[in-house]
Nanobody
């Protein structure tokens, strides 16, 4: 069992910044992939940023590259997403997710940010970007 609790969402004007946090608890030693995904109203859920703790590899969807940074603090059992220069179309619910299945992690590496079938999910945190 892995529990994920997000925080840090809120309202910001376009061009502003937010930092999302996700506290991870439970069997964290079995986590091989952690990610931030988002779902905007009327749209499908999409992968935003991924990190593979085993080797530190990070991946970003093209639209956020250079503006968003995913990081992991093992001492605090926290996954973070620093979001800079936010755009109005990035208004969405942002989810923290984790994968513990080794075979699925290998599959995820091949799919990159297209992989969204992670095992464990937080409840989500709302990010609203206004003009």
């Amino acid at each position: 069992q892995v529990q994920l609790v997000e925080s840090g969402g809120g309202s910001v004007q376009a061009g502003g910044s937010l930092r999302l946090s996700c506290v991870v608890s439970g069997y964290t030693g079995n986590i091989h992939l952690m990610a931030w995904l988002r779902q905007a109203p009327g749209k499908e859920r999409e992968g935003v940023a991924y990190i593979y703790p085993d080797d530190g590899t990070t991946l970003y969807t093209d639209s956020v590259t250079g503006r968003f940074t995913i990081s992991k603090d093992d001492a605090k059992s926290t996954l973070s997403l620093q979001m800079n220069n936010l755009e109005t179309e990035e208004t969405a619910i942002y989810y923290c997710a984790a994968e513990t299945r080794i075979a699925r992690t290998a599959y995820a590496r091949r799919l990159g940010v297209s992989y969204s079938d992670l095992s464990w999910w937080g409840q989500g945190t709302q990010v609203t970007v206004s003009p």
